[in-house]
């Protein structure tokens, strides 16, 4: 059996370009799930973590639990002493299954006066049963419908299972005119018309390099059934090859708009921006030097496709830039790249 799903469309626009000022180092507090699109019937895994030596097993769940039910907690601590300074975090894991459908904004938590930012879930209905004789199923499904030239288009495929396998292998992903990166695997149960299914999830982004039509080609998943689950009168014995194909997918890729005014094209979800200063302008002496840094981070991009940040010309002082800090991080969106772009300058 397989399935494809369509979410909504990203917005490529331009949505935030903000200048922020350099913080000041705080302890933090952070509140992450590893999905944030989830089924009633799933489990998912929240983990509030701090930087210094609060617990955030202390921390208030009263408002979690209106949500959602508390399956399993466990509790960690890493230490580690770095230029001869020791530094402790604490971690607290939760596995929880949602009580309640909708979207909905799970409040900050907060452990001896620090907090965490709020978290927006959303839960979907209970995913539709399987037939009763099936013991595998494996689906591809694509965030949109359609995407821009060099946006990013993320495929996700899903693996259900309701008996244990080994050698558990899916075929490589190749696409042709596109840039393939891996973002990563995560596991979770699933309970379906009162049915336990583990399901393994592998998603990747995909960047068309070329407008028209790209193809997902189909993709297979084979496995054997273990011997750990057979008993006597099982109709399948040890050792069976299973294996499940995908449809191939095809979707549209639109080209770079007409009328777009700009030269530099950035098909992100999000654009933000952040300068930095090391010192005060204002207090500059003839023969001091000051650092301007310039971050640039796309959603929904890699990092080698933004821009520099340009030059910088100010009477009295020569501009020395340094060699660009170029990288990607993944998450549950998908790519974020990040430029970042130092310009020493010296009065003079």
Do not use: H
């Amino acid at each position: 059996m397989q399935a494809t799903r369509f979410g909504k469309p990203l917005t490529y626009l331009l949505t935030a370009f903000c200048i922020l000022l350099s913080p000041v180092a705080a302890a933090k507090l952070s509140a992450t799930l590893d999905r944030y699109t989830i089924a009633m019937g799933d489990t998912v895994r929240l983990t509030l973590a701090s930087d210094d030596n609060r617990d955030p097993g202390n921390a208030d769940l009263n408002e979690l639990e209106k949500r959602f039910e508390i399956l399993q907690r466990s509790s960690s601590v890493r230490t580690e002493i770095v230029n001869g300074q020791r530094a402790q975090s604490r971690e607290l894991t939760l596995e929880l299954t949602p009580r309640l459908q909708g979207s909905f904004v799970i409040p900050p938590f907060e452990v001896d006066g620090i907090r965490s930012e709020a978290l927006s879930v959303t839960v979907g209905p209970e995913p539709k049963g399987q037939a009763s004789d099936q013991l595998v199923v494996f689906e591809a499904e694509l965030d949109q419908e359609s995407v821009y030239v060099q946006g990013q288009l993320i495929l996700t495929l899903r693996i259900q299972q309701s008996v244990n396998l080994d050698s558990p292998s899916i075929t490589d992903l190749t696409i042709e005119n596109a840039y393939v990166e891996t973002l990563g695997q995560n596991s979770f149960q699933r309970t379906i018309d009162g049915r336990p299914w583990l399901v393994r999830e592998l998603r990747y982004a995909i960047f068309p390099e070329s407008s028209g039509e790209l193809l997902v080609p189909e993709q297979t998943f084979s496995g054997r059934l273990s011997s750990g689950r057979w008993r006597l009168f099982d109709s399948m014995p040890p050792g069976r090859l299973i294996r499940r194909q995908t449809a191939e997918l095809r979707v549209p890729v639109r080209p770079r708009p007409s009328d777009f005014p700009g030269t530099t094209w950035l098909p992100a979800s999000k654009l933000s921006i952040e300068e930095r200063w090391s010192a005060p302008l204002d207090s500059l002496r003839i023969g001091d030097s000051v650092t301007r840094t310039i971050t640039l981070t796309g959603e929904g991009l890699q990092g080698a496709q933004l821009p520099p940040a340009g030059e910088i010309t100010i009477d009295g002082l020569r501009s020395y830039p340094d060699q660009p800090s170029i990288s990607n991080v993944t998450g549950e969106r998908g790519i974020s790249g990040i430029r970042t772009d130092n310009v020493a300058l010296v009065a003079g």
